[in-house]
């Protein structure tokens, strides 16, 4: 219906940008709450989407979140050391020239940061020495061979050594110490409402096709959606599923979509002997925790019709999950195949487990972090009693749900999980605890497997990303194998976008300005 | 007076200091900020870092008592997502939030008393039943749902207002507002209305209520046997009678708007202070919410005590002084 009155007013826009109009602005919906413009001082997602319109980092990423040279370009010259060279001529927004020495004061800034949750300096630790070879060569020397460093680097935004040496978070906000290399410069950053841009004339990467852009923040699905229709803005980030079919039918307007980086998976605490919440059917605590038993798990991953889950819960918004990273994400095991749905086969493996009348579970979810994360844990309630596992589900907001996991209240958990690397999820997520080599900080299963830690570490100390790769695969279809998580599904991410506009949409579920281009 | 007024002080600092003890405590127990904040890739020496940068491996009494001692020297803490002063967070946000309150109440005033009189005058005619039964529904739909119909309507079918966002603002007497401007009267008018219906539905019933009561009395009566003409008896006899009422619950609830104006705010993307206080409660920002709740009962406080102070002196029957009395 609305589709009429504003056709013509599309048009218009088309014909102004054909006619190579200066003054052309794009204006975005981003779906979260920009806190600050510092960019060391939270790694939060929708601080980072805004701040890399402002800032380059050393090591960009690719549509599929691959490293790909941006500022720099690299080589190891031995694995214990990577030498980057800067491009010559990136300018700063004041147009001074960005050297080594503001590389090198941006790697070592986020140490220096009071009453901040940072979130930076697990990605600058591994680097011991700083080398300044002149003013476009710097070399960085890792204690061990350490091959996730171009992916850690891609997350560490480069400012202006000059603007951000005694800069405070005001000073960012205000825009004096918010210099960068990045393809917009800060105009106004008015905080819970827009960012104000404007193209940076002297961007290395090319001229851009707006000089203005503003991005506003919109929390709310259905006002994001309304904005759009009636044409208050351009495009949006993070399409509420309920809106996707009526935009898609929508000709003024269309879509993007990807398979995300996230992962949606069960952790089944397999480390203790009695999980809470893993009980009898009649209320009775279990003699010994039945997820230790490798054909517990597998019975429980047989149990999940997962394209069911994938088309009717998620509205076809994911793919069958059977890696702990997605398809286009460094280390995901093209060979290994999601468990096919076959409840007769799960209740065997129970039986041969020793569960013939199975048992009763709590799993535990949040409400308000993926998409539909809820329905999806009662689904596979549902599908879990079906094999004899009666299973009860406890949905909780996440400031309340992350507290509980790391405090190990659950016995089933559901999580999601983005990364740029299986090897690096791994450490995360199934590596023994250790917190002197920053292994296994979301282990919430309690899974131990030496021989697959092993393999993590070797993986991550590769410095031939050929070698990685081959060797992070290794590892993600071990811990398939062994079922190390229960995994779910790869979410899709979608933007939507008035016509005449395309955007290459990015597995890491960034929305960059400069990845949008006048069709 | 003075009694009253220095009384009427210790009794706030009692309610901070609870209110604060309480909202602290509320806080803790639902959850630790580093689990929402933290960068999911950090490693045990990060999550242990952040911990201790914020404060929060201290014991919550020793939390709770460097933020006591902060808050005597004017110091509400630091926010923990947003690098900057909690209390400034708020004062940046609260100029959004007192105007659309206000242009709220000005709406629900300016609509309210016309159609109340009329409602009140001819009770029984189709315009006055239509009033009360719209009435109804300013007082029964929910606001979220009010708004995106609005949305709905204005922005996505006839594209006559924006339908997100503040407008252009200009600064007066060094605080941003938003309605000296045409593009900011747009981006207000929908919000501003969304808030204002239920005080308008409120203000219909009461001034019909008061407007019927008053016509019964024999004073009105009297007036008009004198030969007055209506609209006479209406200005000097009813409404004056009318507006007493009318005027204690405006500004009342003119609190209660702030505190709505949060649904109103989510809604249409409006930057104030509510919608600060929802995104500071998603992650736990202890400081941004704690303060927050100090300003808002700081300022019901001193509401109170203007409003208390002007009745003494608008109405001789009214005492403070209280004891003796």
Redesign the interface.
């Known amino acids: 219906?609305?589709s009429f009155?504003?056709r013509p007013g599309v048009l218009a826009g088309l014909f102004f940008l054909a006619a190579g109009a200066a003054a052309a602005e794009l204006r975005i919906g981003l779906s979260a709450?920009v806190?600050?413009m510092?960019p060391h001082?939270?790694?939060?997602q929708p601080n980072l989407t805004a701040q890399q319109h402002v800032f380059d980092s050393l090591v960009r990423t690719d549509e599929r979140s691959r490293p790909v040279p941006g500022i720099a370009t690299w080589r190891t010259p031995d694995p214990l050391t990577w030498e980057f060279t800067l491009r010559k001529g990136v300018k700063f927004h004041d147009g001074s020239e960005l050297t080594t020495g503001d590389v090198v004061f941006s790697l070592e800034r986020p140490f220096t940061i009071?009453?901040?949750?940072?979130?930076?300096?697990?990605?600058v630790?591994p680097i011991v020495a700083k080398e300044i070879v002149d003013r476009y060569t710097v070399r960085l020397k890792t204690a061990a061979p350490y091959g996730a460093l171009l992916q850690d680097l891609a997350?560490v935004m480069i400012v202006s050594k000059q603007a951000a040496a005694k800069a405070?978070?005001?000073d960012?906000?205000k825009g004096r110490a918010a210099v960068g290399t990045g393809p917009y410069r800060l105009v106004r950053f008015?905080?819970?409402?827009?960012i104000e841009l404007a193209r940076h004339e002297k961007y290395w990467g090319g001229r851009l096709p707006w000089d203005r852009l503003t991005l506003?923040?919109?929390?709310?699905d259905?006002?994001r959606t309304?904005?759009l229709?009636?044409?208050?803005i351009d495009a949006i980030e993070h399409v509420p599923t309920a809106d996707i079919a009526r935009l898609r039918k929508n000709t003024a307007f269309r879509l993007e979509q990807t398979v995300s980086w996230r992962t949606i998976f069960l952790h089944v605490d397999q480390g203790r002997d009695r999980p809470p919440g893993v009980l009898s059917k009649a209320g009775k605590p279990l003699d010994r925790n039945p997820f230790k038993d490798l054909r517990v798990r597998q019975a429980m991953s047989k149990a999940i019709n997962r394209p069911a889950i994938a088309e009717r819960v998620m509205e076809g918004l994911a793919l069958p999950a059977a890696n702990v990273v997605s398809p286009s994400v460094f280390g995901h095991d093209p060979a290994v195949k999601p468990d096919a749905y076959d409840p007769g086969g799960a209740k065997k493996l129970l039986a041969e487990a020793g569960y013939p009348d199975g048992f009763a579970v709590t799993l535990a979810t949040p409400n308000n972090r993926y998409i539909n994360d809820e329905q999806v844990a009662q689904t596979v309630a549902q599908m879990f009693s079906r094999i004899g596992i009666a299973t009860k589900v406890e949905a909780m907001?996440?400031?309340?749900?992350?507290?509980?996991?790391?405090n190990k209240d659950f016995g089933v958990a559901l999580l999601g999980?983005?990364?740029r690397a299986a090897d690096?999820s791994l450490r995360?997520l199934t590596a023994i605890?250790d917190?002197e080599k920053?292994?296994g900080?979301?282990n919430w299963g309690g899974y131990a497997n030496p021989g697959l830690d092993e393999m993590v570490a070797q993986s991550l100390g590769t410095v031939d990303p050929v070698k990685r790769e081959a060797l992070a695969r290794g590892a993600s279809a071990l811990a398939a194998r062994e079922v190390a998580i229960i995994p779910l599904h790869y979410q899709v991410v979608t933007w939507a976008m008035r016509k005449g506009l395309t955007y290459s949409a990015r597995t890491d579920e960034f929305t960059f300005a400069h990845h949008f281009k006048p069709q | 007076m003075l009694s009253f007024a220095l009384r009427r002080l210790l009794q706030s600092v009692i309610v901070l200091l609870i209110m604060s003890g309480l909202v602290f405590a509320g806080v803790y127990a639902?959850?630790?900020?580093?689990?929402?904040?933290?960068?999911?890739?950090?490693?045990?020496?990060?999550?242990?870092?952040?911990t201790k940068?914020?404060g929060l491996d201290q014991p919550l009494w020793r939390q709770y008592w460097n933020f006591i001692a902060g808050a005597f020297a004017g110091d509400l803490g630091?926010?923990?997502?947003?690098?900057?002063p909690a209390a400034a967070?708020i004062f940046?946000?609260m100029p959004a939030t007192i105007e659309l309150a206000l242009a709220a109440m000005v709406m629900a005033v300016a609509l309210g008393i016309p159609l109340g009189l009329v409602a009140g005058l001819k009770a029984e005619s189709w315009i006055g039943r239509t009033i009360m039964a719209g009435s109804i529904l300013g007082f029964s739909l929910p606001t979220f749902w009010v708004g995106?119909m609005l949305?709905?309507v204005f922005?996505?079918?006839?594209?006559w207002l924006?339908?997100?966002?503040?407008g252009q603002v200009v600064m007066v007497l060094g605080l941003p507002v938003s309605f000296l401007t045409r593009d900011g009267l747009l981006h207000l008018f929908m919000p501003a209305l969304n808030l204002a219906l239920f005080q308008l539905s409120l203000l219909i019933r009461l001034t019909r209520a008061g407007t019927r009561e008053a016509l019964a009395q024999d004073y009105v009566r009297f007036a008009r046997a004198k030969g007055l003409s209506m609209s006479h008896v209406l200005r000097v006899h009813v409404l004056k009678n009318v507006l007493i009422p009318v005027v204690t619950v405006t500004g009342l609830e003119f609190g209660s708007l702030i505190a709505f104006a949060i649904v109103t705010e989510?809604?249409?993307?409006w930057?104030g202070m509510g919608?600060?206080l929802i995104?500071s409660?998603?992650?736990?920002d202890r400081p941004v919410i704690v303060a927050y709740l100090l300003i808002i009962v700081l300022l019901f406080v001193v509401i109170n005590l203007i409003v208390d102070l002007a009745y003494t002196a608008l109405d001789p029957r009214v005492r403070l002084a209280g004891r003796g009395a």
């Open positions: 219906m609305g009155s504003w709450d806190t600050t510092d001082f939270v790694a939060a009071t009453g901040s949750p940072g979130g930076f300096q697990t990605y630790r997350e405070t978070g005001e960012f906000d008015a905080r819970g409402d827009r506003l923040i919109l929390p709310a259905p006002v309304a904005a229709l009636s044409g208050q907001p996440l400031s309340v749900y992350f507290g509980r996991a790391r999980w983005g990364s690096l995360s605890p917190a920053g292994y900080a979301w | 639902i959850g630790n900020p580093i689990d929402i904040l933290i960068n999911p890739q950090a490693d045990q020496a990060e999550i242990a870092a952040a940068a914020l630091r926010s923990f997502a947003a690098n900057t967070l940046e946000r995106l949305i709905m922005s996505v079918w006839l594209g924006p339908p997100t966002g503040r989510t809604i249409f993307a930057p919608k600060l995104d409660i998603n992650v736990l």
